[in-house]
């Protein structure tokens, strides 16, 4: 692949080109779109987790004052199930179009809903909506290994030797279980449709990470063609997966619109952002290593199992990162599904691989301290030199060297293995390392790029800004591209009207963009060049278009400066307004033809301190060493790994959705019960990129970053746990309760 060495905007810091938007508040987001006649919907959910609807009586919600309409299973109108599709087609996570049968398979399923002048009065009325339920209990066993029913026999996903008999002959062995909670989604921005019906067509402002997919979803859910729904979302106040599929409200708020033919707005409630647009579900991993005594691995085992929901089948695929992280002979992942009565779950950052490499690190951890070997060392010695599940090289693997360098920043060589033997302040230290993996992938894409007689250029293409940097990013490739200054390079992205982009998901589009971008940008410069030789009033007019180059902002006759026609002089000399060039560029993901196997890697060093005292535990360091190809803009990625790491420190300590087990319905639903990790609780974070250009993957050797900062990083919290108080945590979060049991033997043997 071709390959680009030198540039004067690719891997420079460069600030976010929406960032003065996004500061000043102009920056408009989904929720913020006002229409003249504008109703306001509020959903009706369910209070019971399973059963059925016997009775809605809405007689009194719809006497009351400002309340156009109370919609449920029998007035909703025609609303379609979205058909089964091959790769990305058609993606969507509750297949279920809302009000479909009178069944309930979770808390808070829609049952109603109600439009009114304001959001107040609809709020209101929908308290007012009267449900009878025949109601059956939830189903929330935390006990998910071995609970699959049988249509949901496990899957094994990957397989190589025989791990039973390397297990029985291993010296040493580790054979635990590890159990993540539910976590929800919690962005800033709660989810929101406004929905504009002209009777024909729909406009739908959402708060999605693929609007392509969005479009072509509603379109077929509202029974109207791809074209006459168009799905715009300029600003997204992040989404973590929660946003990437549409959710139920969406298909309301349309058909809320189409039936009163007036601008409707639903902005889901925090609560209902618990219940109804996704989770990462709950899994229980079984990990057994088998080692010799010199370290060398002789098998790895995962079984692991996710919960899911009475209506899908959504695998959390704990087995991602398994296969190809570590060299060994006998290897086998296996999978499984357990319903219970919650509403479907969905990616959330990393899906898979974090929950996944929680388990498989800690084992790691474990085995480390079982063999007496430094758990860096123990990594280093396991080093595969391919992918040994696909029989494929890596296309770029630094995993040695980012633990070699964060070993060496994070000062690894003075740690003491024993238990709460490292102090500081008068308080216990505990140290903590794990390994970690993402996907590198790209998917098909499209873009334009127009040259304008003002010298500017526009990029256009329907990808979306989650929040991580893709504007500049995209702005940056263009300016590469073209010699463009990015302050003069407009970025239009978030309308699905534009030309089909990718989702804004697997932390992907940075490399899936690239190409497209590039090419859409040499095609624009040859239109240009095109237009210098053919059009009447050319400076140009007569040459060939291979005598000419596009450079600085100017056309020129290669290599001779004095001979350069500015855009602007040459635009208007031939009386055109710009020129534009398309690309298309093919995917790599899910392609069995590869040549490589592309992932990006990370070592993850976690330092805590621990006062028995007291029982305060705090995570106060982490030096994060991340290999995920070039870094075309270190400032927004380094943004991402500290955020992910922030969220890691979250998933180790706090994270998790409890529910009732006798209602069903999720407890801690706010931002007060549901403890995330805030600004109080940062350590010092020390993040360091490897920027090695994967060439494999585009010209620029540009992974992508976001989602591998969450990778791994529990697993080194909960290592350096066990470090400071000798108590190993395999059910994350870690309690306090976990760590007052060895504390109080160790107060009274004192
Ligand atoms: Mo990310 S969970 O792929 O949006």
Redesign the pocket.
Known sequence: MERVNESKVIGVATPRIDGPAKVTGTAMYSSDHHFPGMLYAWPVGATVASGKVTKLDTAAAEKMTGVLAVYHRGNIGSLYRVPPSEGFGLMIDERRPPFEDDVVSYYGQYVAVVVAQTVEQARAAAERVKVTYDRRDPQLSKKLLGTSSPADKPRESSKRGDVASALKAAAVKVDETYTTPVETHNPIELHASVAVYDGQSYTLYETS?AVVNHRNVLAAMLGVGPEQVRVVTQFLGS??????WPWPHSVLAAACARNLKRPVKLVVSRQMMFQNVGHRPATEQRIALGAAPDGKLSAVLQDFANHTSLLDDYEEDCGEATPFLYSTANLRVTGSLARRTVGTP??????GAVPGLFALESAMDELAIKLNIDPVQLRLLNEPTQDESLNLPFSSRHLKECLTTGAEKFGWQQRTPAVGSMQRDGMILGWGVAACSWLAARSDAEASVELRKDGSARVACATQD?GGGTYTVIAQLVSHATGIPVDRVEVVLGDSSLPPGP??????VTATVTPTVFEASQNAIKALLLSAVKSPDSPFKGKQQGELEFADGAVRLKGNRQSAVSITDLMRATKVNGVSGQAKSAGTFGDPNLKFSFHSYGAQFAEVTWQPEIARLRVSRIVTVIDAGRMLNPRPARNQIEGALMMGVGMALFEETQYDSRVGNPLNNNLADYIMAVHADTPQIDVTFLDYPDYELNALGARGV??IGLAGIAAAITGAVYHATGVRVRDLPVRIEDLLKPARSRIRSA
């Open positions: 990470q989404g973590f997966g929660g946003k990437l969905t990616a959330m950052r990393g899906p989650i989702v804004s998901g697997g932390s992907w976001g989602e």
